[in-house]
Antibody
Framework: EVQLVQSGGGLVQPGGSLRLSCEAS????????FHWVRQVPGQGLVWVSR????????NYADSVEGRFTISRDNARNTLYLQMNNLRAEDSAVYYC??????????WGPGTLVTVSS | DIVMTQSPLSLPVTPGEPASISCRSS???????????FDWYLQRPGQSPQLLIY???NRAPGVPDRFSGSESGTEFTLKISRVEAEDVGVYYC?????????FGQGTKLEI
């Protein structure tokens, strides 16, 4: 059974850092590209970042470029999002997603990040 | 960035009746490999999005055949032949041709 288990969300002060994790099971993790997508509760979906299956190619939304870093550990079947210099507008539910824009698309349950003093 | 424009934003429906949602992309989503990088997702209340249709018109595994997708150029349509109670939620279109991937505003289907 395909599973994505997310962790790492929580409350952090503006300017602080947080690392999100997404642990995969039930499929060949290293075969897929992965994404992070965020959603302010009650609002729409916003793409954040993407990483290829080797971890060598990454892309970011302009709003997080230079502050967020996507990475993966294929030996641990885990995707990460390191978020630095967090702002109030980064507050959202963050979803990890497998292979968006294709038949393999699958999303994690989401983890809530709240940036507030 | 590619802009995705959905309509309507709210869709009240009656069980057993058909429903249709439209999405327009600001440019072609045709990849050089011949696939159209366009998906439809359903986000049920309190859940993460789930794939309904990929590459414009292909139903995802396990999705009921009352859901269908079609495309004509930059216009995309999701049709539900007979709405059921479990279809309630917000429907999103998404382009995955180029980063940043972009989503439509969402269509809230209510019974």
């Amino acid at each position: 059974e395909v599973q994505l288990v997310q962790s790492g969300g929580g409350l952090v002060q503006p300017g602080g850092s947080l690392r999100l994790s997404c642990e995969a099971s039930g499929f060949s993790f290293s075969s897929y590209w992965f994404h992070w997508v965020r959603q302010v509760p009650g609002q729409g979906l916003v793409w954040v970042s993407r990483i290829d299956n080797y971890g060598s190619t990454t892309n970011y939304a302009d709003s997080v470029e230079g502050r967020f870093t996507i990475s993966r550990d294929n030996a641990r079947n885990t995707l990460y999002l390191q978020m630095n210099n967090l702002r109030a507008e980064d507050s959202a539910v963050y979803y990890c997603g497998r292979d968006l824009a294709g038949v393999g698309s699958y999303w994690g349950p989401g983890t809530l990040v709240t940036v507030s003093s | 960035d590619i802009v995705m424009t959905q309509s309507p934003l709210s869709l009240p429906v009656t069980p057993g009746e058909p429903a249709s949602i439209s999405c327009r992309s600001s440019q072609s989503l045709l990849h050089r490999n011949g696939n159209v990088f366009f998906d439809w997702y359903l986000q049920r209340p309190g859940q993460s999005p789930q794939l309904l249709i990929y590459w414009g018109s292909n139903r995802a595994p396990g999705v009921p055949d009352r859901f269908s997708g079609s495309e004509s150029g930059t216009e995309f349509t999701l049709k539900i032949s007979r709405v059921e109670a479990e279809d309630v939620g917000v429907y999103y279109c998404m382009q995955g041709l180029q980063t940043p991937y972009t989503f439509g505003q969402g269509t809230k289907l209510e019974i």
